[in-house]
């Protein structure tokens, strides 16, 4: 499994930005496609998730301001972030989590999100 993310970069406070992610390879029928961020020394937390049943869940920081759009056909998902704040900034991974006898994680690159006040 591959992951090609794209977007991010620096923006202003209360400014916008989308971040895109496409998984490519072999995907099982039952999976989670997602982002995570890490701030510096901070943990990797979740941001937004969507299983492959259409289940969506945000963390409660970006809930009202960020929206996650997947694509089941075309194996890819949209983070559209709203009204940034300095907060949200930090690189930002693309996930895809295989549900078999085990869960596979695969992650993206990273994307670095910098909100300027």
């Known amino acids: 499994v591959q992951l090609q993310a794209s977007g991010g970069g620096l923006v202003q406070a209360g400014g916008s930005l989308r971040l895109s992610c496409a998984a490519s390879?072999?995907?099982?029928?039952?999976?989670?496609m997602g982002w995570f961020r890490q701030a510096p020394g901070k943990q990797r937390e979740l941001v937004a998730s969507?299983?492959?049943?259409?289940?969506?869940t945000y963390a409660d920081s970006v809930k009202g301001r960020f929206t996650l759009f997947r694509d089941f056909a075309e194996n890819t998902i949209d983070l559209q972030m709203n009204n940034l704040r300095p907060d949200d900034t930090a690189v930002y991974y693309c996930?895809?989590?295989?549900?078999?006898?085990?869960?596979?994680?695969?992650w993206g690159q990273g994307t670095l999100v910098t909100v300027s006040s």
């Open positions: 996930n895809l989590a295989n549900y078999g006898t085990t869960i596979d994680n695969y």
């Open positions: 969507s299983t492959s049943g259409g289940t969506i």
């Open positions: 390879g072999s995907i099982t029928g039952i999976n989670a």
